[in-house]
């Protein structure tokens, strides 16, 4: 059932306001330009993390990849198993590592935390956004076939992929 509402839309009666999403890794106002990170090298210019030389007394402040990967907060899980993962563990994660690196050269900020070993395969953490994570996971099951669960938390703006193939 529709109401009216007194600015002129109509809205539904037991619509639920979505609520906004709080990241504290996302820069809610604008940084000195340049800024660079102490950790990676990355430099904030023109409103964007970017690799590039900074200026001699450029800002300095931590960027939100390092601060995530310092405080071990993902935005992005992949978990690989299977035994064909078992057979293939050097291929697919030189895989794995080479998507990082294309993410990483064109978008600082999305990059791997860790890859650790589990009772259940192997864990992938990323950064920043559910991008790289996603683009991982994608170009598993796009290679290798085999199984791919996607599971999205958009209250934390988290990705969660598992990506198996037995043989």
Partial sequence: ????????????????????????????????????????????????????????????T???????????YPAGHVTIGGGFFAQHR?????FVKNCEARAKAEHPMERIIAIEEQPDGTSITTTTSTRLARRIAD?????????????YDKQQELVRARWTREH
């Fill in 90 to 94: 050097d291929e697919v994660l030189n």
């Fill in 62 to 72: 931590r960027c939100p990849a390092c601060r995530r990967t310092h405080d071990r």
């Fill in 1 to 60: 059932m529709k109401t009216h509402t007194g600015s002129g839309r109509s809205a539904h009666r037991d619509e639920v306001p979505t609520e906004q999403v709080h990241d504290a890794y996302k820069v809610r106002e604008k940084l000195p330009e340049p800024t660079v990170c102490p950790d990676c090298g990355a430099v904030y210019r023109q409103g964007r993390w970017v690799w590039a030389s900074a200026p001699e007394g450029a800002h300095r």
């Fill in 139 to 151: 170009g598993l099951h796009e290679a290798w076939k085999g199984t791919l669960d996607l599971h």
